[in-house]
């Protein structure tokens, strides 16, 4: 069974701070993608970012970085200075490739930067 | 580019009423997709379209959802009878095609069922 796990139900951080949100997948399958998604309180879905599971290397883009290691069957998401427009809910998604594009989210980590 | 429109924004219905939603994907894109949002959790999708066909509906709660797709292009998604578990946010997005492409949301339709 393919499952996605954010266990951080909601965070809470300075403006300026550092913050990781942890996702954890299950899947039997080799090949799948993982994805990240924002959604601010105007309720649209944002893609952040996807990687593909023969992809192990990091990224960084500006002050949002992914860590993806499949030993762990992790995926997170750091923000570096975090700043008052980071304030949404983040979900982290899994796709398992073979089969239709579909999506499995998890439950997601409402992040609220206060300044 | 425009993105995905969705209509209504906002829905209050009592249980047991009928409602629709409208969607219109990005100009181009052949896969539209259909999401609940309950409060509190992810997107869980209900219906795939593929230009005007379904090809998955494994999760649609068929006995009061429905949904079509009749030129391929909008789509509308129907509850009849609404029940008060119905009470969630319905997510449209689309992508250009089956693989795996970046999918593109709409704002949803808030539904709320007293």
């Known amino acids: 069974a393919q499952k996605v796990t954010q266990a951080q139900t909601e965070i809470s951080v300075v403006e300026k701070e550092d913050v990781t949100l942890d996702c954890v997948y299950e899947?039997?399958?080799?090949?799948?993608?993982l994805f990240w998604y924002k959604q601010p309180p105007s309720g649209e879905l944002v893609f952040l970012i996807r990687r593909n599971s023969f992809d192990e290397q990091n990224e960084i883009s500006g002050r949002y970085s992914w860590n993806f290691q499949k030993s762990t069957s992790s995926f997170n998401f750091t923000i570096t200075a975090s700043q008052v427009v980071d304030s949404a809910v983040y979900f982290c998604a899994l796709l398992v490739s073979g089969g239709y594009n579909k999506l499995i989210f998890g439950a997601g980590t409402r992040l609220a930067v206060h300044p | 580019e425009a993105g995905v429109a969705q209509s209504p924004r906002y829905k209050i219905i009592e249980k047991r009423q009928s409602v629709a939603f409208w969607c219109n994907p990005i100009s181009g894109h052949a896969t539209l997709y259909w999401y609940q949002q309950i409060l509190g959790q992810g997107p869980k999708l209900l219906i795939q379209?593929?230009?005007?066909?379904?090809?998955?509906d494994s999760q649609l709660p068929k006995d009061r959802f429905s949904a079509e797709r009749l030129k391929g292009v909008d789509s509308t998604l129907k509850i009849q009878p609404a029940k008060l578990e119905d009470s969630a946010v319905y997510l449209c997005?689309?992508?250009?095609?089956?693989?795996?492409?970046?999918?593109?949301f709409g704002p949803g339709t808030r539904l709320t069922v007293l």
């Open positions: 997005a689309s992508s250009l095609d089956r693989q795996i492409n970046e999918q593109f």
């Open positions: 379209f593929q230009n005007n066909g379904v090809v998955d």
């Open positions: 899947t039997r399958d080799t090949t799948y993608y």
